[in-house]
Nanobody, 123 residues
Framework: QVQLVESGGGLVQAGGSLRLSCAAS????????MGWFRQAPGKEREFVTA??????SYADSVKGRFTISRDNAKNTVYLQMNSLKPEDTAVYYC??????????????????WGQGTQVTVFS
């Protein structure tokens, strides 16, 4: 099994930045199999960013503002969020596909999930 623990969420003013971290433990998979999703109240969990063959892809809503990075030696993936907007407010989840293959933009492809970390952006 895999355990994922997110950290780094918080309250930030619009235009500001946050960096989220997701540390994996237990069964070790490549950090390239990890990604980020977010969920606002009353809305479905949506794709933010993930990697395919270690190459990142981003939702249109965050392109140019968010960056996914990884440190495989630390089994950790990061989400750098810049130019934050109120509409970015959500619980952010990291996830791992493990050995599964599929569409990296859909939640069903991911086998392991973190507990989530709240990001609140105020104007």
């Amino acid at each position: 099994q895999v355990q994922l623990v997110e950290s780094g969420g918080g309250l930030v003013q619009a235009g500001g930045s946050l960096r989220l971290s997701c540390a994996a433990s237990g069964r070790t998979f490549s950090t390239c199999a990890m990604g980020w999703f977010r969920q606002a109240p009353g809305k479905e969990r949506e794709f933010v960013t993930a990697m395919s063959r270690c190459i990142p892809s981003y939702a249109d809503s965050v392109k140019g503002r968010f960056t996914i990075s990884r440190d495989n030696a630390k089994n950790t993936v990061y989400l750098q969020m810049n130019s934050l907007k109120p509409e970015d407010t959500a619980v952010y989840y990291c996830a791992s596909r493990g050995s599964q293959v599929g569409d990296i933009t859909t939640t069903a492809t991911y086998k392991y999930w973190g507990q989530g970390t709240q990001v609140t952006v105020f104007s």
